[in-house]
Every structure is written in C-alpha cells, then in structure tokens.
C-alpha cells in the first residue's frame, strides 16, 4: 500500500512511474477518512487542493520535471501558515483564519513539490504536552487510543505513525516535535535555533521556538531538512549558515565517535522500561565502534523552571496580537474597547493559554523582571554552557526523550506541573538552542513506544541524523506498525 512507505521509498516509485501521486494521494484521502475519526490528528484536510496539487505534479512529472518531494503527501502542524487554508493553532481565537500567505517552510515545500494534505491538530499554540488543549478536541495515539500521542505537535505525530501522510512538519519549543514523537514511535528532528526560518510559524516563544520534520524514519527527516533548512531574510534569527546535505554520509556508521550520556538524565521516577531500552540502544552503539563516556551537565535541573519563566513571558508578549482588532476572533456584545479586549480573550483563549499569559505577564511586571525573566536567562546561560563544555569531550551526547511512556488521556490534565515535567528531557536543548533528533528505540510491555534523543553541537544535524540512521539500523523500530483499535 502507498500509505506505508517512507518519503524516500514514494519518491522511487513516483520517479520510475510505478505510481503516480493521484492514486497516493487519494489513498492517503480515503485512509484519513476512515482511520482519522479515532484518532483526531487533523484540523483541516485539504481533499480537493491536495488531489488539485497531486495532478499538477504528475503533469509536472510527465514533462520531465523532478522535485525532491514531487507528488508527495506532508501535513503541516496547524501553528504554520498556508496560504487560502485555515490556520488555527488549534485556538478559538483563530478558528476561522484564513492567512494571506505561506510560511516560509511551507513555501519551501511547495517548491520542492509536496502536496500539503491537511493541518494537524495541536496543543492550543503549542502549549501543552499532550495534544489535550485543543480547541478541536484531544488527539488520540496511534498505539493505544486510549493514550497521549505527546504534543504539542501530537496531530503531527499520530498522522505519520498513523500512516496518513508521508511526513509532516511539526515545532518544538521546549520538546513538541521530540516528544510526541518518542511518544508515536517515529522519528522527529528538532533543528539549531536559526537553522528553520520560523517567519509564518504562529509565535509562542521567540527565543525558543524551532520548525522541523517528523517522519517515518531517520533518512526521511534528511530529506525533508534538506528541503526546509536555509536562510531567510524574514526571520531575523534565521542563521546565514551554509545548508549541508543532509542524507550524504548518513549511513557512515559511528566509529570513532564518542558517545555522552548524561548522568542527569536518567532521573527519579523513570520507568525501568524506558531505561533500559535506552542503555540498549547505547550498547549496541557500542558494539558499532563508538566510544561511551559518562558526563555531566549539572545544570540540567533547573531547565524545566528556567522555561517556565521564559516561554510564558515571550508568549505573555507574543499573544498581545490577539485583541479582536487585527484578525481573529472578537467577542460580541462588548461596550467599550476594554470590554471588547477583556471578553474576547477571555472566551478566545482556553485555560492553559491564560495560565501562561498570566504567569508570563507577572514574570515581566515592573519589580519582578530581574528576579524572575532575567534571573532565568542568567540561569540558561548555564545550561548552555554545560552543553558546550561537554561538546568539547564528545561527539554527541544520547538520553532518554521523555522519562515515562504515554499516559492516559485525562491523566495529568488537572495538574500542570505533572504535565510540565513531562519535557525535563527536552527543554534543556531548547534552552542552548542545540539540534535533537527523537527516535524510536523499543517498546513497553504493553506496547507502547519509547524513544532515545541525540543531541549535538551547533549546526551539527548531519553528525546526529548519521548516529541515530546507525542505531536505527540495528533495532528496526520504525518498521512496526501500529495497529488502531
Ligand atoms: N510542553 C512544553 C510546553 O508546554 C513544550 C511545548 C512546545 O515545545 N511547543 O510549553
């Protein structure tokens, strides 16, 4: 069935004709029709523009031409923009926009010939970890539909786990493309802060927010960076740094690298399962010829309040837009101008948005700046440093993604910092602004999947994608398959 393979696999046989990207199209179509009711990992699916775009590039193909995803299916996380298709964040307050224009990313697919099949579903602009916080209803993972897919970019990972898209895009803030995709058993790639332009990503957190793929394996997350990575005038953070190949050298083993692993990150309370399919995973990397080091970063304990100070005090500021005046969602039956803004935040955002803004906005207040925003920053200055000074002992460093596998839906919903902890293992490479990839490394007793993370240095997203394509080659992982109840 087309729905089954990678990016790389479709791209063969679209380019030797074997099929053409009508009849995977409408598979993909027919497939989310009748498996995405269970699991709610779309916002909007695209059925007419996505058959328009798949004929388009098989006339395309037809004359010759090629593309690096020509005729494939991606789903786009619902925080980036697309132009003439709805764009919501999965919030109340942009339920209903329409955006003028692409995002850079999506641009970039579209140029290299990707048919955007559909948005997926998210944690309200992408805060959350669970994929619960939606204005359209949680998203249910693959595995088991009775748990989390992980989030924020949940629709994301439970599409392409789900085999209703080739690959998708997702973002990753403090762990929204890592941990759901540990959490679906699929590979998810957060790039260097600056490597993605993030011009046309919905903004929750400036400093941190990061665009990158999620995709059926480790080759198809080279590819799709390979098609997403650039500089941008657009985004002033986006780095004017030379773009690798990404695929090249991917299957050049780990000899001779060396391996670190982070005391820190195999925390209190992990689950016996998860650890010791990640030690499994650094043993066989082991018996491959990379070198294993126990390390230290010490300061790894204090990213989850560090983040909990900055994300919410850049959201707190990237949220003032949504007054009911420029776009969006404007309450009814306001008076004057405040109680026009005061009602229609109130009833646009859920109550995790509102948290946030209201921790953000104290954080930022006049008198508790420096003890809290600047105070954090000072702190993941540290955290930062941590990671450079071990990038200086070894080539990349593995750990656990997310410490426990999935939980239950309506599990950790009513209380906050349960959730939070979730990304102790993620947010620390937002916080330095370091490359991860996510993959997926073994399964619980009831089958659920766990992911391991590689962490690099800098614009070292080759280095990562080469170790994690070599331990995926020795486990297999991506080749099981969910099967949905
Ligand atoms: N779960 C984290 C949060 O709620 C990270 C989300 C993200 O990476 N977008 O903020």
């Not at 409408?26 to 269970?38: F, G, S």
């Not at 990313?105 to 944690?123: F, H, P, Q, R, S």
């Not at 009775?146 to 898209?165: E, H, N, Q, T």
């Not at 935040?345 to 948005?353: I, K, Q, S, T």
Request: glycine share 10%; proline share 5%.
């Amino acid at each position: 069935m087309p729905h089954s393979l990678t990016i790389h696999e479709l791209m063969e046989k679209l380019d030797s004709g074997e099929l053409s990207s009508q009849q995977v199209v409408k598979a993909y179509l027919d497939r989310i029709e009748a498996v995405d009711p269970k699991l709610n990992s779309f916002v909007t699916v695209d059925r007419e523009g996505a058959m328009e775009q798949a004929r388009q590039a098989d006339r395309q193909r037809a004359e010759g031409g090629r593309g690096a995803l020509l005729g494939a299916p991606i789903a786009v996380k619902d925080a980036l923009a697309t132009k003439g298709l709805k764009t919501t964040a999965s919030s109340k307050s942009l339920e209903n926009y329409i955006p003028p224009f692409d995002s850079f990313v999506v641009g970039k697919l579209k140029e290299a010939g990707a048919v955007i099949i559909g948005k997926t579903n998210m944690d309200e602009f992408a805060m959350g970890s669970s994929t619960e916080n939606s204005h359209f209803g949680a998203t249910r993972n693959p595995w088991n539909t009775d748990k989390i897919p992980g989030g924020s970019s949940g629709g994301s990972a439970a599409a392409v786990s789900a085999d209703l898209c080739a690959g998708a895009i997702g973002s990753d803030t403090g762990g929204s493309i890592r941990q759901p995709a540990s959490c679906c058993g699929i590979v998810g790639l957060k790039p260097t802060y600056g490597r993605v332009s993030r011009f046309g990503l919905i903004a929750f957190a400036s400093s941190l927010d990061q665009v990158g793929p999620m995709t059926k394996d480790v080759a198809d997350a080279a590819v799709l960076l390979n098609v997403i990575a650039g500089y941008d005038s657009l985004d002033s953070t986006c780095a004017d740094v030379a773009v690798d190949d990404y695929t090249s050298g991917i299957g050049d083993g780990v000899e001779g690298l060396t391996i670190g692993v982070p005391r820190e990150y195999f925390v209190d309370g992990m689950d016996p399962e998860v650890d010791r399919s990640v030690r499994e995973s650094i043993e066989a990397l082991e018996n491959l010829g990379a070198r294993i080091k126990s390390i230290s970063l010490p300061h790894t304990k204090y990213a989850v309040p560090v983040y909990y100070v900055i994300a919410p005090a850049e959201a707190s500021s990237n949220l003032a837009r949504y007054d009911g005046v420029k776009y969006g969602f404007r309450a009814d039956g306001a008076d004057s101008l405040v109680s026009m803004y005061e009602a229609t935040r109130m009833e646009g955002f859920g109550a995790e948005v509102k948290r946030r803004i209201m921790l953000g906005t104290y954080a930022l207040s006049s008198g508790y700046y420096d003890a809290y925003y600047l105070k954090a920053q000072k702190v993941r200055t540290l955290i930062r440093d941590d990671f450079l000074k071990a990038f200086e002992e070894v080539s990349v460093i593995m750990a656990p993604t997310v410490p426990t596998p999935p939980f239950g839906i309506g599990e950790k919903t009513g209380d906050p910092l349960q959730m939070y902890l979730n990304d102790v293992l993620t947010i620390n490479a937002n916080l330095a602004g370091i490359p991860g990839v996510s993959m997926p490394c073994g399964f619980s007793a009831d089958r659920l999947p766990i992911g391991v993370q590689v962490l690099g240095p800098y614009f070292k997203e080759k280095l990562i994608l080469r170790v994690a394509r070599t331990l995926e080659g020795v486990l297999s992982c991506n080749k099981a398959k969910p099967v949905i109840n």
